[in-house]
Protein backbone atom coordinates (compact mmCIF):
# COMPACT_ATOMS: atom_id res chain seq x y z
CA UNK A 1 0.00 0.00 0.00
CA UNK A 2 1.61 3.44 -0.90
CA UNK A 3 0.95 6.27 0.44
CA UNK A 4 1.96 9.66 -1.02
CA UNK A 5 2.20 12.87 1.25
CA UNK A 6 2.99 16.26 -0.28
CA UNK A 7 3.72 18.52 2.14
CA UNK A 8 3.87 22.19 2.38
CA UNK A 9 7.25 23.45 4.16
CA UNK A 10 5.88 25.13 7.53
CA UNK A 11 7.86 28.22 6.63
CA UNK A 12 5.88 29.00 3.76
CA UNK A 13 2.72 31.29 4.64
CA UNK A 14 -0.59 29.12 4.31
CA UNK A 15 -1.74 32.26 2.07
CA UNK A 16 -0.04 34.35 0.31
CA UNK A 17 -1.77 37.76 0.80
CA UNK A 18 -0.95 40.29 -1.33
CA UNK A 19 -2.98 43.06 -3.10
CA UNK A 20 -4.25 41.11 -6.11
CA UNK A 21 -6.53 39.31 -3.95
CA UNK A 22 -4.86 35.54 -5.03
CA UNK A 23 -3.93 34.07 -2.02
CA UNK A 24 -3.11 30.50 -3.10
CA UNK A 25 -0.82 30.85 -5.93
CA UNK A 26 2.47 32.28 -6.62
CA UNK A 27 3.45 35.57 -8.93
CA UNK A 28 5.50 33.17 -10.85
CA UNK A 29 4.61 31.53 -14.40
CA UNK A 30 4.27 27.54 -15.13
CA UNK A 31 7.37 26.01 -15.71
CA UNK A 32 9.59 28.83 -13.93
CA UNK A 33 12.05 27.44 -11.35
CA UNK A 34 11.69 30.19 -8.79
CA UNK A 35 8.96 28.46 -6.83
CA UNK A 36 10.86 24.88 -7.14
CA UNK A 37 14.13 26.73 -5.73
CA UNK A 38 11.88 28.34 -2.92
CA UNK A 39 10.81 24.76 -1.78
CA UNK A 40 14.34 23.47 -1.35
CA UNK A 41 15.15 26.61 0.61
CA UNK A 42 12.31 26.60 2.28
CA UNK A 43 12.96 23.10 3.52
CA UNK A 44 16.45 23.18 4.71
CA UNK A 45 15.18 26.45 6.61
CA UNK A 46 12.26 24.24 8.24
CA UNK A 47 14.66 21.18 9.15
CA UNK A 48 17.15 23.29 10.14
CA UNK A 49 14.65 24.85 12.95
CA UNK A 50 16.25 28.35 11.65
CA UNK A 51 13.01 30.33 10.66
CA UNK A 52 13.48 32.30 13.76
CA UNK A 53 17.02 33.44 12.82
CA UNK A 54 16.63 33.73 9.47
CA UNK A 55 16.95 36.35 7.43
CA UNK A 56 15.80 36.57 3.70
CA UNK A 57 17.09 39.30 1.24
CA UNK A 58 14.61 39.57 -1.96
CA UNK A 59 16.43 40.77 -4.68
CA UNK A 60 14.93 43.25 -7.52
CA UNK A 61 13.62 40.52 -10.34
CA UNK A 62 10.85 38.01 -10.42
CA UNK A 63 11.67 36.85 -7.01
CA UNK A 64 10.95 39.90 -5.65
CA UNK A 65 7.87 39.35 -3.72
CA UNK A 66 9.26 36.47 -2.12
CA UNK A 67 8.42 38.11 1.53
CA UNK A 68 4.64 37.06 0.22
CA UNK A 69 5.78 33.45 0.99
CA UNK A 70 8.25 33.09 3.19
CA UNK A 71 7.64 33.23 7.05
CA UNK A 72 10.81 34.41 8.13
CA UNK A 73 12.49 37.80 8.37
CA UNK A 74 12.61 39.42 5.13
CA UNK A 75 14.43 42.59 3.33
CA UNK A 76 13.75 43.94 0.24
CA UNK A 77 17.00 44.80 -1.55
CA UNK A 78 17.36 47.86 -4.26
CA UNK A 79 18.81 46.35 -7.60
CA UNK A 80 21.91 44.23 -6.99
CA UNK A 81 22.65 45.34 -3.54
CA UNK A 82 21.61 42.19 -1.68
CA UNK A 83 25.20 41.07 -1.20
CA UNK A 84 26.04 44.57 0.54
CA UNK A 85 22.82 44.20 2.70
CA UNK A 86 23.92 41.20 3.58
CA UNK A 87 26.88 42.29 4.65
CA UNK A 88 25.54 44.81 6.96
CA UNK A 89 23.03 42.25 8.66
CA UNK A 90 25.47 39.55 9.17
CA UNK A 91 28.04 41.94 11.04
CA UNK A 92 25.45 43.37 12.79
CA UNK A 93 23.82 40.48 14.02
CA UNK A 94 25.99 37.32 13.45
CA UNK A 95 23.73 34.69 14.84
CA UNK A 96 21.22 35.10 12.14
CA UNK A 97 21.57 33.28 8.90
CA UNK A 98 21.21 35.90 6.07
CA UNK A 99 20.42 34.15 2.54
CA UNK A 100 20.48 36.27 -0.38
CA UNK A 101 18.47 34.89 -3.14
CA UNK A 102 19.56 36.88 -6.48
CA UNK A 103 18.49 36.79 -10.24
CA UNK A 104 21.57 37.05 -13.39
CA UNK A 105 20.41 40.44 -13.65
CA UNK A 106 20.28 41.20 -10.41
CA UNK A 107 23.75 39.61 -9.51
CA UNK A 108 26.17 39.64 -11.95
CA UNK A 109 24.70 43.05 -14.01
CA UNK A 110 23.65 45.59 -11.56
CA UNK A 111 24.98 43.99 -8.69
CA UNK A 112 28.47 43.24 -10.16
CA UNK A 113 30.68 44.83 -8.19
CA UNK A 114 29.01 43.96 -5.01
CA UNK A 115 28.87 40.43 -5.85
CA UNK A 116 32.51 40.33 -5.94
CA UNK A 117 33.37 42.31 -3.11
CA UNK A 118 31.25 40.54 -0.73
CA UNK A 119 32.99 37.34 -2.05
CA UNK A 120 36.63 38.48 -1.67
CA UNK A 121 35.55 39.75 2.04
CA UNK A 122 34.52 35.95 2.39
CA UNK A 123 31.45 37.54 4.09
CA UNK A 124 29.42 34.69 6.16
CA UNK A 125 26.55 34.24 4.42
CA UNK A 126 24.81 32.43 1.57
CA UNK A 127 23.97 33.65 -1.93
CA UNK A 128 21.52 31.73 -4.13
CA UNK A 129 22.40 32.57 -7.64
CA UNK A 130 19.25 32.26 -9.93
CA UNK A 131 20.46 31.96 -13.60
CA UNK A 132 17.96 31.71 -16.09
CA UNK A 133 20.53 33.39 -18.66
CA UNK A 134 17.90 36.51 -19.29
CA UNK A 135 15.92 39.56 -17.38
CA UNK A 136 12.66 37.79 -16.68
CA UNK A 137 11.08 39.91 -15.04
CA UNK A 138 11.21 43.49 -17.66
CA UNK A 139 10.45 40.89 -20.46
CA UNK A 140 13.69 39.55 -21.45
CA UNK A 141 16.82 41.61 -22.30
CA UNK A 142 19.83 40.30 -22.56
CA UNK A 143 21.67 39.35 -19.10
CA UNK A 144 25.26 39.06 -18.74
CA UNK A 145 25.21 35.17 -18.90
CA UNK A 146 22.78 35.23 -22.29
CA UNK A 147 24.58 32.28 -24.42
CA UNK A 148 26.28 33.30 -27.61
CA UNK A 149 23.17 33.49 -30.19
CA UNK A 150 20.67 34.24 -27.81
CA UNK A 151 17.71 35.82 -29.03
CA UNK A 152 16.18 38.67 -26.63
CA UNK A 153 14.87 42.09 -26.65
CA UNK A 154 18.38 44.06 -26.44
CA UNK A 155 20.42 41.26 -29.04
CA UNK A 156 17.76 40.88 -31.49
CA UNK A 157 19.82 39.64 -33.72
CA UNK A 158 21.35 37.13 -31.03
CA UNK A 159 24.32 37.73 -28.84
CA UNK A 160 27.37 38.32 -30.67
CA UNK A 161 31.09 38.17 -29.09
CA UNK A 162 31.84 41.19 -31.11
CA UNK A 163 28.84 43.51 -29.50
CA UNK A 164 27.50 42.13 -26.62
CA UNK A 165 30.54 40.35 -25.47
CA UNK A 166 30.47 36.30 -24.09
CA UNK A 167 28.91 35.14 -21.25
CA UNK A 168 29.90 35.71 -17.95
CA UNK A 169 30.44 32.38 -15.92
CA UNK A 170 30.12 33.96 -12.17
CA UNK A 171 31.06 30.92 -10.48
CA UNK A 172 34.70 30.51 -12.10
CA UNK A 173 34.95 34.57 -11.60
CA UNK A 174 34.32 34.00 -7.72
CA UNK A 175 36.42 30.67 -7.15
CA UNK A 176 39.59 33.29 -8.32
CA UNK A 177 39.21 34.83 -4.96
CA UNK A 178 40.64 33.54 -1.90
CA UNK A 179 37.26 34.61 0.02
CA UNK A 180 34.87 32.08 -0.35
CA UNK A 181 34.34 28.88 1.29
CA UNK A 182 32.28 27.19 -0.78
CA UNK A 183 30.96 27.63 -4.71
CA UNK A 184 29.12 25.02 -6.77
CA UNK A 185 26.88 25.32 -9.56
CA UNK A 186 23.92 22.91 -9.66
CA UNK A 187 20.55 22.65 -12.48
CA UNK A 188 17.23 22.41 -12.14
CA UNK A 189 16.20 19.68 -15.00
CA UNK A 190 15.62 16.28 -14.30
CA UNK A 191 15.24 13.97 -11.01
CA UNK A 192 19.04 13.37 -10.37
CA UNK A 193 20.18 17.07 -10.82
CA UNK A 194 17.05 18.46 -8.37
CA UNK A 195 18.44 16.35 -5.92
CA UNK A 196 21.99 17.43 -6.51
CA UNK A 197 20.62 21.15 -6.35
CA UNK A 198 18.88 20.30 -2.94
CA UNK A 199 21.77 18.96 -1.17
CA UNK A 200 24.28 22.74 -2.11
CA UNK A 201 21.21 24.55 -1.11
CA UNK A 202 21.48 22.28 2.28
CA UNK A 203 24.86 22.61 2.08
CA UNK A 204 25.45 26.37 1.62
CA UNK A 205 23.15 26.64 4.63
CA UNK A 206 24.67 24.76 6.72
CA UNK A 207 27.70 26.12 5.76
CA UNK A 208 26.58 29.11 7.69
CA UNK A 209 25.44 27.35 10.36
CA UNK A 210 28.48 26.10 11.20
CA UNK A 211 30.27 29.37 10.38
CA UNK A 212 32.39 28.10 7.49
CA UNK A 213 32.11 31.26 5.31
CA UNK A 214 30.89 32.81 2.26
CA UNK A 215 28.43 29.88 0.67
CA UNK A 216 27.26 30.40 -2.88
CA UNK A 217 25.18 28.55 -4.84
CA UNK A 218 24.63 28.96 -8.99
CA UNK A 219 21.11 27.62 -10.40
CA UNK A 220 20.81 27.11 -13.45
CA UNK A 221 16.89 27.79 -14.04
CA UNK A 222 13.62 28.02 -16.35
CA UNK A 223 12.58 31.09 -18.06
CA UNK A 224 9.72 29.86 -20.08
CA UNK A 225 8.07 33.04 -20.53
CA UNK A 226 11.51 34.73 -21.24
CA UNK A 227 12.87 32.13 -23.69
CA UNK A 228 9.05 31.94 -25.69
CA UNK A 229 9.51 27.98 -24.83
CA UNK A 230 7.02 25.29 -23.48
CA UNK A 231 7.90 24.38 -19.61
CA UNK A 232 8.68 21.09 -20.77
CA UNK A 233 11.00 22.84 -23.63
CA UNK A 234 12.54 24.98 -20.85
CA UNK A 235 13.78 22.37 -19.47
CA UNK A 236 15.69 20.87 -22.78
CA UNK A 237 16.59 24.56 -23.36
CA UNK A 238 18.72 24.26 -19.74
CA UNK A 239 20.61 21.08 -20.58
CA UNK A 240 20.88 22.23 -24.48
CA UNK A 241 22.18 26.06 -23.95
CA UNK A 242 22.90 26.75 -20.69
CA UNK A 243 24.83 23.26 -19.33
CA UNK A 244 27.44 23.57 -22.29
CA UNK A 245 28.80 26.40 -21.22
CA UNK A 246 28.12 26.77 -17.39
CA UNK A 247 29.92 23.21 -16.01
CA UNK A 248 28.18 21.89 -12.91
CA UNK A 249 30.69 21.07 -10.77
CA UNK A 250 31.98 22.35 -7.33
CA UNK A 251 34.41 24.79 -7.76
CA UNK A 252 35.43 25.54 -3.71
CA UNK A 253 34.85 23.54 -1.09
CA UNK A 254 36.75 24.36 2.30
CA UNK A 255 36.70 25.89 5.66
CA UNK A 256 37.22 29.36 6.12
CA UNK A 257 36.12 29.30 10.25
CA UNK A 258 39.66 30.15 11.15
CA UNK A 259 39.90 33.48 8.61
CA UNK A 260 36.21 34.70 10.05
CA UNK A 261 36.05 37.95 12.06
CA UNK A 262 35.36 36.47 15.26
CA UNK A 263 31.84 36.67 16.14
CA UNK A 264 30.51 40.14 17.89
CA UNK A 265 28.58 39.25 20.82
CA UNK A 266 27.61 42.41 22.00
CA UNK A 267 24.24 43.29 23.11
CA UNK A 268 22.83 45.63 20.26
CA UNK A 269 22.58 49.28 22.11
CA UNK A 270 19.23 49.67 24.11
CA UNK A 271 16.33 52.25 22.30
CA UNK A 272 14.79 52.56 25.55
CA UNK A 273 14.33 56.14 26.04
CA UNK A 274 15.77 55.66 29.59
CA UNK A 275 18.93 54.10 28.16
CA UNK A 276 19.13 57.23 25.81
CA UNK A 277 18.90 59.64 28.69
CA UNK A 278 20.95 57.79 31.21
CA UNK A 279 23.60 57.38 27.77
CA UNK A 280 22.98 61.27 27.53
CA UNK A 281 23.23 62.60 31.13
CA UNK A 282 26.55 60.74 31.60
CA UNK A 283 29.56 63.08 32.43
CA UNK A 284 32.48 62.91 30.28
CA UNK A 285 35.52 64.06 31.90
CA UNK A 286 37.05 61.13 29.27
CA UNK A 287 35.15 59.05 27.54
CA UNK A 288 32.27 57.38 29.38
CA UNK A 289 32.17 53.76 29.84
CA UNK A 290 28.38 54.11 29.88
CA UNK A 291 28.13 55.59 26.16
CA UNK A 292 26.95 52.75 23.63
CA UNK A 293 25.65 54.94 20.47
CA UNK A 294 24.42 57.68 19.51
CA UNK A 295 23.16 58.99 16.12
CA UNK A 296 23.17 62.90 15.82
CA UNK A 297 22.03 64.85 13.34
CA UNK A 298 24.37 68.42 12.85
CA UNK A 299 22.79 71.05 10.80
CA UNK A 300 22.72 74.27 9.76
CA UNK A 301 23.53 77.06 7.31
CA UNK A 302 26.75 76.27 4.79
CA UNK A 303 29.91 78.30 6.62
CA UNK A 304 28.69 77.42 9.85
CA UNK A 305 31.00 74.74 10.06
CA UNK A 306 28.70 72.22 10.81
CA UNK A 307 30.28 69.40 8.34
CA UNK A 308 33.43 70.14 10.10
CA UNK A 309 31.91 69.88 13.01
CA UNK A 310 30.59 66.40 12.30
CA UNK A 311 34.35 65.62 11.16
CA UNK A 312 35.88 66.57 14.21
CA UNK A 313 33.47 64.66 16.58
CA UNK A 314 34.03 61.82 14.16
CA UNK A 315 37.70 61.50 14.47
CA UNK A 316 37.73 62.32 18.24
CA UNK A 317 35.78 59.29 18.60
CA UNK A 318 37.93 57.01 16.53
CA UNK A 319 40.23 57.86 18.87
CA UNK A 320 38.20 56.34 21.51
CA UNK A 321 37.47 53.50 19.96
CA UNK A 322 34.25 53.35 19.09
CA UNK A 323 32.70 52.44 15.50
CA UNK A 324 31.61 55.50 13.50
CA UNK A 325 29.90 56.56 10.15
CA UNK A 326 29.73 60.14 9.24
CA UNK A 327 27.91 61.26 6.04
CA UNK A 328 27.31 65.30 4.89
CA UNK A 329 24.89 65.94 3.33
CA UNK A 330 24.97 69.78 1.37
CA UNK A 331 22.77 72.24 0.04
CA UNK A 332 23.11 73.16 -4.13
CA UNK A 333 24.09 76.71 -2.66
CA UNK A 334 27.39 76.63 -1.21
CA UNK A 335 27.93 79.32 1.46
CA UNK A 336 24.64 80.47 3.02
CA UNK A 337 22.65 77.21 1.62
CA UNK A 338 21.91 74.70 4.05
CA UNK A 339 23.92 71.36 5.45
CA UNK A 340 23.94 68.83 7.29
CA UNK A 341 25.46 65.52 8.29
CA UNK A 342 24.98 62.36 9.89
CA UNK A 343 27.01 61.00 12.19
CA UNK A 344 26.87 57.92 14.03
CA UNK A 345 28.95 57.06 17.12
CA UNK A 346 28.75 53.15 18.81
CA UNK A 347 30.26 50.79 20.72
CA UNK A 348 28.78 47.92 18.27
CA UNK A 349 29.23 47.94 14.62
CA UNK A 350 26.91 49.87 12.70
CA UNK A 351 24.30 48.55 10.05
CA UNK A 352 23.69 51.79 8.60
CA UNK A 353 24.90 54.84 8.01
CA UNK A 354 21.96 57.01 7.52
CA UNK A 355 19.70 58.28 10.31
CA UNK A 356 16.09 58.87 10.17
CA UNK A 357 15.04 58.76 13.66
CA UNK A 358 18.38 60.79 15.36
CA UNK A 359 18.48 60.26 19.05
CA UNK A 360 20.59 64.10 19.25
CA UNK A 361 20.09 66.99 16.77
CA UNK A 362 22.23 69.91 16.95
CA UNK A 363 20.96 73.02 15.44
CA UNK A 364 22.77 75.68 14.34
CA UNK A 365 20.00 77.89 12.98
CA UNK A 366 16.50 78.08 13.10
CA UNK A 367 15.39 75.98 10.09
CA UNK A 368 16.83 73.51 11.45
CA UNK A 369 15.47 73.23 14.54
CA UNK A 370 12.23 72.94 12.43
CA UNK A 371 13.41 70.36 10.28
CA UNK A 372 14.94 67.98 12.49
CA UNK A 373 13.61 68.33 16.00
CA UNK A 374 10.45 66.62 14.99
CA UNK A 375 12.10 63.25 13.99
CA UNK A 376 14.26 62.87 17.65
CA UNK A 377 13.54 60.24 19.43
CA UNK A 378 11.49 60.47 22.48
CA UNK A 379 14.02 60.68 25.26
CA UNK A 380 16.40 62.29 22.91
CA UNK A 381 18.53 65.40 23.00
CA UNK A 382 18.10 68.68 20.86
CA UNK A 383 21.19 71.41 21.08
CA UNK A 384 20.08 74.57 19.70
CA UNK A 385 22.19 77.50 18.71
CA UNK A 386 19.98 80.12 20.59
CA UNK A 387 22.35 82.94 19.24
CA UNK A 388 20.62 82.09 16.25
CA UNK A 389 17.68 80.19 16.86
CA UNK A 390 14.47 81.73 19.58
CA UNK A 391 11.73 79.40 18.85
CA UNK A 392 12.07 75.97 20.56
CA UNK A 393 10.08 72.83 19.90
CA UNK A 394 6.69 72.44 21.60
CA UNK A 395 8.03 68.92 22.48
CA UNK A 396 8.07 67.46 26.29
CA UNK A 397 9.91 64.31 25.93
CA UNK A 398 13.08 65.56 24.81
CA UNK A 399 16.21 67.31 26.07
CA UNK A 400 16.35 70.66 25.08
CA UNK A 401 19.36 72.53 25.72
CA UNK A 402 19.92 76.26 24.57
CA UNK A 403 23.45 77.48 23.74
CA UNK A 404 24.58 80.64 22.85
CA UNK A 405 26.79 79.85 20.79
CA UNK A 406 28.06 83.18 18.81
CA UNK A 407 28.09 85.08 22.26
CA UNK A 408 30.32 82.15 23.85
CA UNK A 409 32.71 81.83 21.07
CA UNK A 410 33.19 85.99 21.52
CA UNK A 411 33.54 85.62 25.17
CA UNK A 412 36.63 83.43 24.63
CA UNK A 413 38.49 85.44 21.52
CA UNK A 414 37.16 83.48 18.65
CA UNK A 415 33.89 84.31 17.44
CA UNK A 416 34.59 82.28 14.45
CA UNK A 417 34.35 78.75 16.52
CA UNK A 418 30.80 79.26 17.66
CA UNK A 419 30.39 75.71 16.09
CA UNK A 420 33.10 74.58 18.57
CA UNK A 421 31.43 75.57 21.46
CA UNK A 422 28.60 73.60 20.38
CA UNK A 423 30.39 70.67 19.90
CA UNK A 424 31.71 70.98 23.44
CA UNK A 425 28.37 71.10 24.53
CA UNK A 426 27.50 67.76 22.57
CA UNK A 427 30.30 66.38 24.45
CA UNK A 428 29.58 66.89 27.79
CA UNK A 429 26.08 66.08 27.68
CA UNK A 430 26.66 63.17 25.78
CA UNK A 431 29.99 61.52 27.26
CA UNK A 432 30.16 60.36 23.27
CA UNK A 433 34.09 61.75 23.24
CA UNK A 434 36.34 63.54 25.65
CA UNK A 435 38.05 66.78 24.61
CA UNK A 436 41.42 64.66 24.91
CA UNK A 437 40.53 63.12 21.93
CA UNK A 438 39.12 65.72 20.37
CA UNK A 439 42.27 67.45 20.89
CA UNK A 440 44.46 64.76 19.89
CA UNK A 441 42.35 64.31 16.46
CA UNK A 442 43.33 68.62 16.03
CA UNK A 443 47.04 67.98 16.37
CA UNK A 444 46.89 64.99 14.10
CA UNK A 445 45.29 66.11 11.28
CA UNK A 446 48.02 68.85 11.32
CA UNK A 447 45.14 72.00 11.79
CA UNK A 448 48.15 74.58 13.14
CA UNK A 449 48.65 74.90 16.80
CA UNK A 450 46.92 78.59 17.67
CA UNK A 451 43.56 77.34 15.65
CA UNK A 452 43.92 74.02 17.60
CA UNK A 453 44.55 75.98 21.04
CA UNK A 454 41.23 78.60 19.80
CA UNK A 455 39.06 75.28 18.65
CA UNK A 456 39.77 73.84 22.20
CA UNK A 457 39.19 77.25 24.12
CA UNK A 458 35.75 76.95 22.00
CA UNK A 459 34.88 73.47 22.89
CA UNK A 460 35.47 74.17 27.12
CA UNK A 461 33.19 77.42 26.94
CA UNK A 462 30.84 74.76 25.86
CA UNK A 463 31.52 72.49 27.85
CA UNK A 464 31.25 75.26 30.77
CA UNK A 465 28.15 76.33 29.42
CA UNK A 466 27.04 73.00 30.15
CA UNK A 467 28.53 72.55 33.52
CA UNK A 468 26.73 75.63 35.08
CA UNK A 469 23.49 74.92 33.67
CA UNK A 470 23.49 71.92 36.57
CA UNK A 471 21.90 69.69 33.99
CA UNK A 472 24.64 66.91 34.54
CA UNK A 473 25.46 65.04 37.97
C1 LIG B 1 17.85 50.33 -10.32
C2 LIG B 1 16.92 49.52 -11.18
N1 LIG B 1 17.23 49.34 -12.48
C3 LIG B 1 16.42 48.61 -13.27
C4 LIG B 1 15.27 48.05 -12.75
C5 LIG B 1 14.35 47.26 -13.66
N2 LIG B 1 14.42 45.82 -13.44
C6 LIG B 1 13.51 45.17 -12.69
S1 LIG B 1 13.76 43.52 -12.68
C7 LIG B 1 15.12 43.66 -13.67
C8 LIG B 1 15.89 42.46 -14.16
C9 LIG B 1 15.87 41.30 -13.24
O1 LIG B 1 16.44 40.20 -13.89
P1 LIG B 1 17.07 38.99 -13.12
O2 LIG B 1 17.93 39.47 -12.02
O3 LIG B 1 17.74 38.12 -14.11
O4 LIG B 1 15.84 38.26 -12.41
P2 LIG B 1 14.63 37.44 -13.02
O5 LIG B 1 13.53 38.47 -13.21
O6 LIG B 1 15.07 36.79 -14.28
O7 LIG B 1 14.28 36.48 -11.94
C10 LIG B 1 15.36 44.99 -14.01
C11 LIG B 1 16.44 45.44 -14.89
C12 LIG B 1 14.98 48.28 -11.39
N3 LIG B 1 13.89 47.79 -10.81
N4 LIG B 1 15.81 49.01 -10.63
Not at 65 to 72: C, Q
Not at 356 to 385: C, M, W, Y
Request: aromatic content about 6%; overall charge neutral.
Amino acid sequence: MWETTHSRAACFYDRFERKSGDTEITTYCPGCSHGVLHKMIAEAIDDFKIADRTILLSPVGCSVFMYYYMDVGNISCSHGRAPAIATGVKRVKPGSIVISYQGDGDLAAIGGNEILHAANRGEAITVIFINNGIYGMTGGQMAPTTPLGQKTTTSPRGRSFAVEGPPMRVCELLATLDGPAYIERVALTDAKHHMAARKAIRKAIQNQIDRRGFSFVEVLSTCPSGWKVSPVDAIRWVEENLMPIFPLQVFRDIDRSGDLRPAITAAPPSTEPAAIEAAHTAKSAAADEKFEETSLILSGFGGQGVLFSGVILAEGAVREGLDVTWIPSYGPEMRGGTAHCHLRLSRSPIASPMITKPSAVIAFNQPSVEKFAPAIIPGGLLIVNSSLAADLPDRNDIKIVKVPAYEAAAAVGNSKAANMVLVGAYIELSGAVSAESINTAFIESGIKPQMTEGNMKAIEAGRRIIRDMKLIS
